[in-house]
């Protein structure tokens, strides 16, 4: 619907007006009628504290505070008293009263790969389920897998695929130390492609090897996959790639239902855009048919990957085609940029420059160093003017690199230092970097950073493997937002079904794990951290104008809570979480135990929650 001039100009003014006076004595048209009320809004909530997040500076400060809130088409229409905001109820609108509760931006996650994440948890139909080893123990690890495999090869039928998911901290290392490579899983399955995988490093054998060119119509390039290891540096293309483009070969549809599906369980536990990259051609189709069907349950931020790998010209000619893309797309599916993914490995294999023992310098892996293949494709990037978006960066030297690469890219395209500023590129993780010498170069080149809370779980390792004094560099949120650099919350983890969304930001502002505090001077407010997952991070997908707040004009995106944020103690904000949640003006997710309560049907994906351990897998 267009809105008349009249309309806007009232929209914009709502909020002052809803102060002093109630909506439908201000700003008359000439017919002697509120320019509000020629249509109702689909949903009011009242009696409550909307929360607007509005203001976005480095402090405590929550900006403004209402009592109600309008929304229609989409569009937030008013903040404000109670009485302002019921006057422009209609029959069909639905009002809710909040009784006191608090609401909230609906949660912008910077980086999660929920797509990728589907398929492991509801499960691909007719794909068996992957072998998954868990151990500590290098000669356990490496059992494991010969029983796992064996039990499979003698189960399932030559040619058919096996995939094996390893869960080690140390895992990585017996993958480099060469325990686990090619040779094994020739051995173990000659006659079946395997795939092996332990977070971003994939091993495949010979059969796989075969399986994989024959679909692509191409060969794997050296810099794509180590002929004598098997181990593919691209592994995270890699292993995404398989389950979804070979093995879901020609069932989009079943695809479809299945991200879906996936995307409506992140919209109940309260987050409304994310941002990912696509590294899958046949998940491009599964959004493409979702946003042709309106069909997407939040939105999504895409950063482009599925250039690559299997390109007969390699990953440089590709992207050298593509242009700037960011910012392209609709209200619910839109480009950010583009990545070659890593420029290191998570840990314990980050590339850093920190001094240490000879055994753990050995492991680290430095991906982007002159002549490799990633920063030749990342220069490509820039030289064409290429927003550089969703890159994983580990350690402090990977940054530096990075840091090189955006200076000789952009000086290639002819960019000045304003120019590559206003790219706002990103990295994400701050698994162990920055270091405090980087921060001023960071700022100079406008470069935003995605922290992820997860990477607290290498805190103890971090002590160990290099001192306990670098612990300060994972997450060291509370520098960067003192530092002016702009920082942002990421969860990069399907570990929300078990944790609770708001566990993750209890980590930014307690730093605690296994009952201790690790570099506590790194500690934020919560005010800072709840910013980190709601303002700030709508710039960061390039949508600062439309998300990230709760102000008229704005998209009608917010949560409401079950308990008050600020109030709820420290090591209780995990307990926090929504009742409902909003996408553009229309419920994704109602709690069933409240929606009785408000004379409506429960709506969306159901978590089964407690007080104590705040979600549960179904």
């Given at each position: 619907m267009t809105r008349s001039p009249h309309l806007v100009r009232l929209s914009v003014l709502v909020l002052a007006i809803a102060a002093v006076a109630p909506l439908r004595g201000a700003g008359q048209d000439r017919a002697g009628l509120n320019p509000l009320l020629l249509a109702y809004p689909e949903i009011i909530v009242y009696n409550g504290r909307i929360v607007s997040m509005d203001d976005k500076t480095p402090?405590?400060?929550?900006?403004?505070?209402?009592?109600?809130?309008?929304?229609?088409?989409?569009?937030?229409?008013?903040?404000?008293?109670?009485?302002?905001?019921?006057?422009?109820?209609?029959?069909?609108?639905?009002?809710?009263?909040?009784?006191?509760?608090?609401?909230?931006?609906?949660?912008?996650?910077?980086?999660?790969?929920?797509?990728?994440?589907?398929?492991?948890?509801?499960?691909?139909p007719g794909v068996p389920p992957p072998v998954v080893v868990r151990s500590e123990d290098p000669e356990m690890l490496i059992k494991g897998v010969r029983d796992g495999v064996g039990e499979r090869v003698k189960k399932q039928a030559p040619g058919s695929w096996i995939q094996v998911s390893l869960l080690s901290k140390r895992g990585m290392a017996t993958i480099r130390e060469g325990q686990l490579q090619r040779k094994l899983l020739d051995e173990i399955a000659p006659n079946n492609p395997v795939l092996m995988q332990l977070r971003t490093t994939s091993v495949i054998n010979s059969a796989a090897?075969?399986?994989?060119?024959?679909?692509?119509?191409?060969?794997?390039?050296?810099?794509?996959?180590?002929?004598?290891?098997?181990?593919?540096?691209?592994?995270?293309?890699?292993?995404?790639?398989?389950?979804?483009?070979?093995?879901?070969?020609?069932?989009?549809?079943?695809?479809?239902?299945?991200?879906?599906?996936?995307?409506?369980?992140?919209?109940?536990?309260?987050?409304?855009?994310?941002?990912?990259?696509?590294?899958?051609?046949h998940h491009m189709s599964v959004f493409g048919e979702l946003?042709?069907?309106?069909?997407?349950?939040?939105?999504?931020?895409?950063?482009?990957?599925?250039?690559?790998?299997?390109?007969a010209e390699g990953g440089s000619a590709f992207y050298s085609r593509i242009g700037d893309m960011s910012g392209v797309g609709d209200d619910f599916f839109w480009n950010i940029g583009?990545?070659?993914?890593?420029?290191?490995?998570?840990?314990?294999?980050?590339?850093?420059?920190?001094?240490?023992?000879?055994?753990?310098?050995?492991?680290?892996?430095?991906?982007?160093?002159?002549?490799?293949?990633?920063?030749?494709?990342?220069?490509?990037?820039?030289?064409t003017g290429q927003r550089i978006s969703g890159t994983h960066i580990a350690g402090d030297r990977a940054m530096d690199t990075f840091m090189d690469i955006i200076e000789e890219g952009s000086?290639?395209?002819?960019?000045?230092?304003?120019?590559?500023?206003?790219?706002?590129?990103?990295?994400?993780h701050c698994a162990l970097s920055p270091r405090p010498e980087q921060y001023d170069r960071l700022k100079r080149l406008g470069i935003t950073m995605s922290c992820g809370a997860k990477y607290m779980r290498d805190a103890a390792d971090v002590a160990v493997d290099y001192g306990e004094k670098y612990v300060s560099w994972v997450l060291p949120v509370k520098s960067l937002v003192e530092a002016g650099i702009p920082t942002v919350w990421e969860m990069d983890s399907h570990d929300v079904a078990d944790d609770g969304t708001f566990s993750f930001l209890?980590?930014?502002?307690?730093?605690?794990?296994?009952?201790?505090?690790?570099?506590?001077?790194?500690?934020?407010?919560?005010?800072?951290?709840?910013?980190?997952?709601?303002?700030?991070?709508?710039?960061?997908?390039?949508?600062?104008?439309?998300?990230?707040?709760?102000?008229?004009?704005?998209?009608?995106?917010?949560?409401?809570?079950?308990?008050?944020?600020?109030?709820?103690?420290?090591?209780?904000?995990?307990?926090?979480?929504?009742?409902?949640?909003?996408?553009?003006?229309?419920?994704?997710?109602?709690?069933?135990?409240?929606?009785?309560?408000?004379?409506?049907?429960?709506v969306g994906f159901q978590p089964q929650w407690d007080a104590d351990a705040p979600a549960k897998k179904k």
């Open positions: 402090t405590t400060k929550v900006g403004t505070v209402a009592q109600a809130m309008a929304v229609r088409n989409g569009t937030i229409i008013a903040l404000g008293t109670n009485d302002a905001v019921l006057s422009l109820k209609g029959d069909k609108t639905i009002a809710i009263d909040l009784k006191g509760r608090t609401v909230l931006p609906g949660l912008i996650d910077a980086h999660s790969h929920f797509h990728d994440y589907a398929g492991a948890h509801w499960g691909l090897k075969k399986a994989v060119e024959t679909f692509f119509h191409g060969t794997f390039a050296e810099e794509d996959l180590d002929p004598e290891t098997g181990i593919s540096d691209f592994g995270t293309e890699l292993g995404r790639s398989i389950p979804v483009d070979v093995l879901m070969a020609g069932r989009t549809k079943e695809l479809v239902e299945i991200v879906r599906k996936e995307l409506e369980e992140e919209a109940a536990y309260g987050v409304t855009t994310y941002s990912s990259h696509i590294a899958s051609p946003a042709r069907r309106h069909a997407l349950p939040v939105r999504f931020a895409w950063t482009h990957r599925s250039g690559i790998m299997f390109n583009s990545t070659v993914g890593n420029l290191d490995k998570a840990y314990p294999l980050p590339c850093t420059t920190i001094p240490a023992r000879p055994e753990i310098k050995k492991r680290e892996v430095c991906l982007g160093e002159p002549g490799m293949a990633k920063r030749e494709i990342m220069l490509t990037m820039l030289k000086k290639l395209a002819g960019l000045s230092p304003a120019e590559i500023r206003a790219k706002h590129h990103v990295i994400d209890q980590t930014y502002v307690t730093r605690v794990l296994d009952g201790k505090v690790w570099a506590p001077e790194q500690r934020v407010d919560r005010t800072i951290a709840l910013k980190m997952a709601t303002s700030w991070p709508a710039d960061y997908v390039l949508r600062g104008d439309q998300l990230g707040t709760l102000e008229v004009g704005k998209k009608g995106d917010f949560i409401i809570l079950n308990k008050d944020y600020w109030q709820v103690p420290e090591q209780q904000i995990r307990t926090v979480r929504p009742l409902m949640t909003v996408v553009d003006g229309h419920v994704r997710f109602l709690d069933a135990k409240w929606a009785p309560e408000l004379g409506l049907q429960p």
